[in-house]
Structure formats: structure tokens, C-alpha cells
């Protein structure tokens, strides 16, 4: 009851990992060879790239995996000095080399996760201890952007891209999750998910867990919308319209309501841009055009601190003013 579902169903070989069929593939030789290169592998949150490098390593490496293996994640500090100590002196050490069909490969690996978030100059001594001890040590750099990872390292690397999963893949995971756990629920409840999720696997399996634990089997849509904190789409349309009536006073209240039920304004932005965008609402290219500006000026502004209030009420007042003009 206790374990999580996302660590409970996490894949256990390379062969469980769904629609990375290139990426499988590869791996699956490197596996049978032993011969393991280093890898960057990149692409959104959620598409299994940490998952696909551990299975990878426990069939390389069987019965060895805890020794042979170092995880480093977002939550580790991982400057300079880590580099120069902690994973210099795990990587420095060499391993016996044993012979036989079943023996593990003489060589450890280092899983970098979330390492575009690592300094220029951590990356630059991360590059010359995988360039001195590539005998003996393999990296796996993980990454959502690659272009964040400085050239030499990348060079350096096989790089593989993890694609988004497609969202009927993901309803038939959770359906499989949600028969495994005894929970009934709707193939439009699990389409919700997906949505909300944006194609990340691991945040729909945490909010299915979520969702569970809080209205048993009683789920529905709006259930999903409660948990992730999105804005019921009626609420985002009605915002779009009263700009286009241009009725200032109602948007006045309409911001006061959204912000008294805690909805956040990062989240809403997101949700305008794509009832602004969908051939429901009938808005020219201008128009669409223009109100995307200013999403992604409010945006930008909180990020940098600004004021909920003060941002929706310019951007409404902005989209009003767009949306009669064109």
C-alpha cells in the first residue's frame, strides 16, 4: 500500500519499455555485446529515459548492479567539487574482469540524471574524467535539452531522443495499473489524465495513485481537473468570451473567482493558449496572434515574481483589447 506506483510498476528489462524502438534496439546489442558506449539521452519529462538506463544496467550488470552503479540526480549537488571527488574516485576505480557467458562487463556506469542543470564548469571536468577513465567507467548523462550539455561532452556520446508517449499507449498503461490495483475507472477519466499530464507517463501514474487514495473508485473528470489543478475548460472559454464582448467590469470578477479558488495563473496561461488556439472559438490568425503575445509576456513576467493579479488583469484587459481591434 505504501510503495509508490510509479517505483512499483517502474519497467524491469529494456524489452518492457514501450514506442522507444530505436533506442531498445540499440541497447539491446550494446547488452549481448557487453559493449556498452557512453549515452545522452534526451527528451520531455516522463518518457522513460531513467527507467530504460537502470533496466539496462541490471541486465548488464545482474547481481553486481548496486557496486557497479552510481545514480546522480537533481536533487544531488553536482558542481565542480563533486565532479572532482565523488564521482572521480567512483570512476577511478577499476574492476575485475571475469570471464564466462553470464559475467558482468568490466566496466561501471554513472547515470547523470537531469544534467543540463549542471555548471559550464562542472561539465568541462565531468568531460575530462570520462575522457580518462572510459576504460573502466561508462556515463549516461540524462537530459531534457541537449543543447544544454557543452559540445565536447556531447561528442563524446551515442545520443538517442526519447519521443513523447502517444496518449493511447498511455490509457492502455493505466488501465493495466488501474486492473492490477482493483481500481474501476473510465476510459474517460484515464483520457483526462493523459491530457493533464501532457504526455508525462510518470506525473499520470502519480496522480491515478492520487486520485485513488482520495475518492476510492468514485472517479471522474472532474475529479482529475480537482487534482492537478487545472481550470474546468467552461471557466477558460467564458474568459475568452467576456474579452471578446469586451464587458471589463465581469472580467474583474471573473479574475477575483479564479484566484479566490486557488487556481494558478501559470497553469491558466497554458489553458488559453489552447482554447485560443482550437477552430471552436473561430479567432483569426491576427487575433490568435496577438493574445499569444501576451501569454507570453504575463508568462515571462511571473516567472520573474510578478503580482497573479496584477498580470491576469493586464493580460485580460490586453486580450480585450486585441480581440476588438482585429
Known amino acids: 500500500m505504501t510503495t509508490p506506483w510509479v517505483e512499483k510498476y517502474r519497467p524491469k528489462s529494456v524489452d518492457d519499455i514501450s514506442h522507444q524502438g530505436e533506442v531498445i534496439e540499440s541497447l539491446r546489442c550494446a547488452i549481448e555485446q557487453k559493449n556498452l558506449p557512453h549515452l545522452i539521452f534526451y527528451g520531455p519529462p516522463g518518457t522513460g529515459k531513467t527507467s530504460t538506463i537502470l533496466a539496462a544496467a541490471r541486465q548488464l550488470f545482474g547481481t553486481e548492479y ?10 544531488d549537488e553536482r558542481g565542480i567539487a563533486v565532479v572532482r571527488e565523488k564521482i572521480k574516485s567512483f570512476a577511478q576505480v577499476a574492476v575485475s574482469a571475469s570471464s564466462g557467458p553470464h559475467a558482468p562487463p568490466p566496466y561501471k556506469l554513472i547515470v547523470l540524471d537531469e544534467a ?7 561539465q568541462s571536468a565531468l568531460r575530462r574524467t570520462m575522457e580518462t577513465y572510459s576504460k573502466v567507467t561508462r556515463f549516461c548523462i540524462i537530459c531534457n535539452y541537449i ?16 519521443k513523447s508517449i502517444p496518449h493511447e499507449a498511455m490509457v492502455q498503461r493505466l488501465q493495466h495499473i488501474a486492473q492490477q490495483e482493483g481500481v474501476s475507472s473510465s476510459t474517460e477519466v484515464l483520457r483526462e489524465l493523459t491530457h493533464q499530464s501532457e504526455g508525462d507517463m510518470r506525473r499520470a501514474i502519480q496522480m491515478l495513485q492520487s486520485l485513488h487514495r482520495l475518492y476510492g473508485d468514485e472517479l471522474t473528470p472532474s475529479t482529475v481537473l480537482d487534482i492537478s489543478g487545472a481550470v474546468p475548460k467552461a471557466r477558460v472559454i467564458n474568459i475568452l468570451e467576456v474579452c471578446r464582448k469586451g464587458d471589463f467590469n465581469r472580467m474583474q470578477s471573473i479574475v477575483d473567482e479564479l484566484l479566490a479558488d486557488g487556481y494558478p495563473v501559470a497553469q491558466l496561461l497554458v489553458q488559453l493558449l489552447d482554447a485560443l488556439t482550437s477552430p471552436e472559438m473561430g479567432f483569426t490568425s491576427s487575433q490568435m496572434a496577438a493574445v499569444s503575445c501576451h501569454l507570453a509576456l504575463v508568462d515571462k513576467q511571473l516567472i520573474d515574481g510578478a503580482d497573479d493579479y496584477l498580470q491576469l488583469m493586464n493580460l485580460t484587459a490586453s486580450c480585450m483589447r486585441e480581440l476588438r481591434a482585429h
Open 116 to 122: 543540463d542543470s549542471m555548471t559550464t564548469d562542472a
Open 66 to 75: 548496486r557496486s557497479r552503479v552510481m545514480e546522480l540526480n537533481a536533487s
Open 147 to 162: 543543447s544544454r550539455i557543452i559540445p565536447p561532452i556531447s561528442s563524446r556520446c551515442a545520443k538517442f531522443r526519447f
